[in-house]
């Protein structure tokens, strides 16, 4: 094959070695150890020193752009806090979040066996971003009257004794735009609760100062967060298959720029010999 024939290789080929790099990770479930972020183990850490029947709340501020990084962290979280015997709580100030959070919550849920409205539930959504969570401070039970199911907050066996932010051990915001200042501002400095948030790897860099002044206990970064979670909880997901698909597509795209380069340079410096010059 000539250099002016791979110089014009078929666009259609490079989207077919791409399709390849993302989609055989995620059919065959290929693995890789994600390694470990002090923020990531801080979370983890943190649940785990919980006591059981203590409250883990999962906020889902988020909506299906996202869901590829952020569903993966959720479904982990959900997973360790079930598995600690804790009650975990799911809520939203988005309004897309309350039915993704409804469906990883309850699929988790129905692996692990665990009952809805005992071992977790759904508050689902209210508006207000800031209303609902200074409400939150003052009475749960009264910003959040039922759970998604439309099931009476007083009647739930979960929410027995949660009613401001005292009774929660610990909530987690996962959030794909700015919805974990307003938690920081508001409830943490208002009424001291403990938070941590799990962010899009895009977003990340804006709430690690956060971390140097205590105000998140940690932090969960993209992808890369998600499948870290999914390695400490021993239960690899789209998280850790989502981190080789990523990786695998990143070497391709590099290869093929370099592979490119090295093709153009050489076409060019041939292009300028004089005639007649041989090699």
């Known amino acids: 094959m000539t250099l002016e024939r791979l110089l014009q290789i078929d666009r259609r080929i490079?989207?077919?070695?791409m399709a390849l790099a993302v989609a055989i990770p995620l059919i065959t479930g290929i693995t890789f150890d994600p390694g470990q972020t002090p923020p990531t183990k801080a979370v983890y850490d943190y649940i785990e020193g919980l006591k059981p029947g203590?409250?883990?709340v999962i906020v889902f501020d988020y909506g299906p752009a996202s869901m590829?990084?952020?569903?993966?962290m959720a479904a982990a979280l959900i997973r360790h806090g079930l598995s600690r015997g804790l009650r975990v709580v799911g809520l939203t100030l988005d309004i897309q979040g309350a039915v993704l959070g409804d469906d990883v919550l309850n699929r988790v849920g129905r692996e692990m066996r665990k009952e809805s409205g005992v071992d977790y539930v759904n508050l689902g959504y209210q508006p207000g971003y800031t209303a609902v969570i200074l409400g939150m401070g003052e009475d749960i039970?009264?910003?959040?009257?039922?759970d998604f199911a439309g099931r009476p907050y007083d009647?739930?066996?979960i929410t027995r004794g949660l009613r401001t932010f005292k009774d929660i051990g610990l909530i987690v915001d996962l959030a794909s735009s700015n919805t974990p200042t307003t938690w920081i501002a508001q409830a943490h400095e208002r009424?001291?609760?403990?938070l941590a948030t799990g962010v899009t790897a895009v977003m990340a860099t804006d709430y690690y100062p956060y971390l140097q002044t205590n105000?998140?206990?940690?932090?969960?970064?993209g992808m890369k967060g998600a499948a870290e979670y999914e390695k400490l909880v021993n239960h690899p997901g789209l998280g850790m298959r989502g981190m080789v698909a990523q990786s695998i597509s990143q070497f391709l795209i590099i290869a093929l720029v370099i592979f490119g380069n090295i093709v153009y340079f050489i076409s060019r410096r041939r292009q300028r010999r004089p005639p007649g010059t041989g090699g």
């Open 14 to 17: 490079i989207f077919v070695l």
């Open 54 to 56: 203590s409250v883990l």
């Open 68 to 72: 590829p990084e952020l569903d993966p």
């Open 141 to 146: 039970g009264k910003v959040f009257q039922t």
């Open 155 to 157: 009647e739930l066996r």
């Open 191 to 194: 009424y001291n609760a403990t």
């Open 215 to 221: 105000q998140l206990i940690g932090l969960l970064n």
